[in-house]
């Protein structure tokens, strides 16, 4: 991989942010929308309650900046795909002499400044207007977010070989694959909630294990390592199918002459 | 032996059941343009980008400066660059900012100088901090066609460069296409539906039917071997006749 060309098509997407203050929105507005809604959500139903609601607030607000991570990981990789295909600009960058591991490797390093962003944003927030402190979870912040990230970059390769064989179709799968997973991923609830055949769905998401190493964190104040080891085991074996299907689909839209289909919809 | 920068070799793309592209060879040799042309659906694109590695040919071969293209992709794409009517480079970037990306992909080691040389010579300076959606058909062509020629390519796709230009723009362009392509001795392959076009610019054509090559050669001897008046004539009489034999091939 040549980090000269990772750099390139890193930069490409910085302009496209700032020559397009929709993405600007998509990175600020619609996180900052959710925190509000959660956090005086749960702000309301702690007034109506009694019993450990502090705890439920943590969860919630916690829950939800993870699940950001999370979301806007995948997005990197599915939508800086489409910005070509919506900006017809997909040949000349597949013309160009970019290799696809460079390509995807672009759409990671983008997802994490993303989400660098976003997650700081959201901090701020939360610790001004809930009282909630992201950096409560120390060290323990860098191995969730890894797994979180690595799990995204999964589903966005997933994603972007789905549009890459059904084309414009099957766009809206950028949106739709994270909340595919989101009911079964314990993100604002814990697994024993769900019906036991569900939970053994449930236990076989990467993610799972982060949500709920998080609530262990928040709770007992120290960090449930056994999660994070499957986490990260299963976020590699989930990495590695994602990379196979990507290049399976990437291959199949070779013979198939999909990509110009594509490019040209 | 000749040195020829582009040598195709029984070609075939099967989609399905659809034969798009059938045992085409041709071969490109040094500073030459040529005509790719064939009436809509012929197999001229799927060729095309066959030959940028975007599909993926069903059988024979497609050697690069001399070297197997599937095999060494990326680094031969480093040599070659491609230019369409049917592609844009992102609407909402300034042009220097589309040019100095591509400069990077390419690795381009003066990118600035080489973005003004060739935001010169395609007489587009004054678009430099333009927004790129913004520009006009003729400016957006013009801005390809830079970033095109940001690598110094050797060889060249344009494919149907001058579409939806009007005539005066369509001509600018063309002049443009023939002095660079005469100063820095680049192999063109070319593609357009304007036969005028391809007459003042190709030095030789490949005529292509039903993914079939018929007839290969300048564009005054494919106009005598089908007896007509014109190149459009014949391209005429060969997009409406199906069933042209392959007896009518022929090679300059």
Known sequence: MNPRIIGALVLRYAFLYTRNWIRVVELIFWPTMELLVWGFLTTFIERQTTGDFPMFIRFLIGAMIFWDVLFRSQQAVAISFLEDVWTRNLLNVFVAPIRVTEYLAATFAFGMIRVTITVVLLAILAKMMYAFNLFDFQWNLIPFFANLLLFGWSLGMISTALIMRWGQAAEALAWAVPFMIQPFSAVFYPVDVLPAPLQVVAWMIPSTYVFEGMRTVLQQGSMAWTDFALATGMNLIFLALAGAFFAFMYDQARQKGLITKVASQ | ?252
């Not at chain 2, 790719?36 to 940028?52: D, F, R, S, V, Y």
């Not at chain 2, 497609?62 to 480093?78: M, S």
């Not at chain 2, 002049?175 to 304007?194: A, M, P, V, W």
Request: overall charge neutral; charged content about 25%.
């Open chain 2, 1 to 252: 032996m000749k040195n020829c920068v582009l040598s195709i070799n029984n070609l075939r793309k099967v989609f399905g059941e659809t034969v798009a592209v059938d045992d085409l060879s041709f071969d490109l040799c040094g500073n030459e343009i040529v005509g790719l042309l064939g009436a809509n659906g012929a197999g001229k694109t799927t060729a095309i980008h066959m030959l940028l590695g975007l599909i993926k040919p069903t059988a024979g071969s497609i050697r690069t400066f001399g070297e197997d293209f599937a095999g060494n992709r990326i680094k031969l794409l480093k040599r070659l660059n491609f230019s369409s009517a049917y592609t844009n480079l992102p609407s909402n970037l300034k042009v220097w900012q589309n040019l100095f990306i591509f400069a990077k992909l390419y690795g381009v080691p003066d990118a600035r100088a080489k973005m003004d040389e060739l935001l010169e010579l395609m007489e587009i300076t004054h678009l430099k901090n333009s927004i790129t959606g913004h520009l006009s058909t003729g400016e957006s062509t013009r801005l390809n066609l830079c970033k095109a020629l940001l690598n110094d390519p050797e060889l060249l796709f344009l494919d149907e460069p001058t579409a939806s230009l009007d005539p005066d723009i369509a001509d600018k362009v063309r002049k443009i296409i023939l002095k660079i392509q005469r100063e820095r001795e680049i192999s063109i392959l070319y593609t357009s539906h304007n036969m005028r076009e391809i007459e003042m610019v190709c030095d030789r054509i490949i005529f292509i039917h039903r993914g079939r090559k018929i007839a290969v050669g300048p564009s005054e001897a494919i106009i005598r071997q089908f007896q007509r008046k014109s190149l459009e004539e014949v391209f005429i009489h060969i997009a409406r006749d199906g069933e042209v034999k392959d007896k009518e091939e022929t090679e300059s």
